[in-house]
């Protein structure tokens, strides 16, 4: 054997950490860790803005939510969260409105003082112009949801400008999530816990590594073949959970699957606050940015600089290779190369694919955290402790 471990995690995601983790402590057995990255955590990593000392997301804002009460006492081993409740605001030709949209959102924008019942008739009215027909793509389900003149205001352009795709080409269910309430209630989340790692995400995944029998190699890429622990030399040898992209595992043999990718340009101003809430999103055509960012908000609680704010602007474009891959596109040519990664997967000895990359699935932390919990235990559980096969 090349390496001497009972599992090799390619990737140090909450995927993968979290596999790690329950391996290491609950079955006593030997973990390698290894990443690319010069740090672990994967896109939850989180750091301190060196001129502010404000904790900054750097692969985008996180925020953990969950129903999943497995989850929820699971990560509560390792942190404690803060009472933040996510909420969002949208600035529309040059007025600030709240989102997701609701009651407050379709008065405002209507200058009315509906009742939920009215603002429910209205919308319904306005959405007549689909003649009761199931919307077929986005642009149709906005306005099913909705109705044409708040889809327009809030959805289409901003979906154009993360998609950089017609909304009339992208399928309907991009926003079947997005919740449209008749009520004043402008929680982001419907989940039941909610909140931020009280000393960082950073902290709170540090915590998940340190253990004795993990051991965590950064800057190291699972293809390289100049350093000891590659997929030449350890597939077939140890048993590895691969979390990286999918096809690039299969050296892209079906073709390359599509994503997004998102540039963040990070800006230190010499405010103490700058738009006065953490996300703000801008949802007109001739803004060439999604949302900003302002991370001091996440963490009122903390004692941060009082003369200086760190903001991210974030902007959306496809993903080259290269690039970081960050939310699938999921187009039809996409789900058939997953078919048939998929069935090369199957044929991989001893290999476990899991996490956003290694399923081309977005997932939420909560998402990622449990479905590695279940991995545990119907595939690496019954392997350990009962010697069955893992693939
Ligand atoms: P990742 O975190 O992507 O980890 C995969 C790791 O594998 C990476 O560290 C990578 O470097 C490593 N790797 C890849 N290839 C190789 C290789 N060849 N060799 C070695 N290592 C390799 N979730 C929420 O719950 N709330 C949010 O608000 C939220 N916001 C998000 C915003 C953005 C912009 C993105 C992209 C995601 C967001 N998420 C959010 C999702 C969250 O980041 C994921 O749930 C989580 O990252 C999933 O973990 P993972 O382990 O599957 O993947
Ligand atoms: N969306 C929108 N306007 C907004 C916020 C969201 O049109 O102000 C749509 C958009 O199509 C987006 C989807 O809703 O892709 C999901 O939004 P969410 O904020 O959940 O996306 P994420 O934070 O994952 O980028």
């Known amino acids: ?6 599992l090799v995690v390619v990737g140090s995601g909450f995927f993968g950490l979290t596999v790690a983790e329950r391996v290491a402590a609950e079955h006593g057995r030997k973990v390698l860790v290894i990443d690319r990255r010069e740090h672990i955590g994967g896109n939850a990593y989180s750091e301190v803005d060196a001129e502010t000392g404000i904790e900054v997301h750097r692969y985008g804002a996180h925020l953990f939510h969950t129903s999943n009460e497995r989850v929820w006492e699971y990560a509560n081993r390792f942190t404690e969260f803060t009472g933040y409740v996510h909420r969002v605001y949208t600035t529309h030709r040059g007025e600030v409105f709240p989102m997701p949209i609701n009651l407050g959102t379709i008065n405002q924008f209507f200058r009315s003082a509906y009742t939920p019942d009215q603002a429910r008739a209205l919308v319904r009215e306005q959405a007549a112009e689909l003649g009761g027909r199931t919307p077929e793509n986005l642009d149709e389900q906005g306005v099913n949801l909705i109705g044409r ?3 327009e205001a809030f959805i289409r352009d901003y979906t154009a400008k993360q998609w950089q795709t017609d909304p009339r080409e992208l399928p309907a269910s991009i926003i079947s999530r997005l919740p449209v309430r008749y009520t004043y209630d402008n929680r982001y989340f419907n989940d039941t816990h909610e909140g931020l ?3 960082g995400y950073t ?13 965590v190699r950064l800057g190291t890429d699972f293809f390289d073949e100049s350093q000891p622990v590659n997929k030449a030399n350890v597939v077939g040898n140890v048993p590895v959970l691969y979390t990286g992209p999918v096809d690039r595992y299969f050296d892209n043999a079906e073709g390359d699957l599509s994503w997004r990718t998102l540039d963040f340009e ?7 606050d700058f738009q006065g809430t953490t996300v703000m999103n801008y949802p007109d055509a001739d803004v060439p940015y999604t949302r900003i960012h302002e991370f001091r908000h996440f963490h009122p609680e903390r004692d941060y600089v009082k003369d200086k704010t760190v903001i991210m602007r974030e902007f959306s474009r496809f993903a080259e290779r290269g690039d970081e891959p960050y939310y699938p596109i999921n187009t039809a040519t996409d789900r058939e190369r997953l078919l048939a ?3 090369l997967a199957k044929g991989e000895k001893d290999v476990l694919f899991g996490g956003r990359l290694g399923t081309y699935q977005y997932l939420d932390m909560h998402m990622a955290i449990g479905a590695a919990l279940s991995m545990v235990d119907n595939k690496l559980t019954p392997h350990f402790e009962g010697g069955a096969g893992l693939a």
């Open 1 to 6: 054997r090349g390496v001497d471990v009972d």
């Open 149 to 151: 003149p708040l889809y």
């Open 203 to 215: 902290a709170w995944i540090e915590r998940m590594a340190d253990h004795p029998n993990i051991e």
């Open 197 to 199: 790692p009280v000393d």
């Open 341 to 343: 990664y998929r069935e």
């Open 266 to 272: 990070r800006e230190v101003l010499p405010v103490g």
